[in-house]
């Protein structure tokens, strides 16, 4: 069984991966489908994968910052993340109708960036904090 320190930092890296499989799929998509037409079929273009993606990614993202906030007590990670998570629900809620394609696609990624980095930042921050106690 993993550690509560563990278990934050293996839901940091699988946000980070998660955000990356995001940014590739708003990136890579729309040239697979310019390339290969029959990719549409898969439906990855469906707002469904967008909704699947966010809804495994909520949860993760929150436990992991919160978790490391209570470490590191540095609230900026935790203002990055949940910024960057508002900005992947507004980009999956209404970013094509308010935005069109190019702007729900730029959205996503500065959503995805963000949420990448407060990662990131809390992972190497949980880090320090767990070397300087050591």
Known sequence: MQSPKELTQSADKAAIGLSFICALHCLLLPIAIALLPSAAMFGFDDEWFHRL?????????????????????????????????????????????????????????LGSVSVAISHRWNFQLCQLRTSKIC
């Open 53 to 109: 993606l966010l809804v495994v990614v909520l949860p993760i993202s929150v436990f992991a910052l919160v978790s490391g906030v209570k470490r590191h007590q540095n609230k900026s990670v935790l203002t990055i993340g949940i910024t960057g998570l508002i900005i992947l629900i507004v980009g999956t809620a209404f970013g094509h109708e308010m935005f069109g394609e190019t702007g729900e696609r730029l959205i996503t990624l």
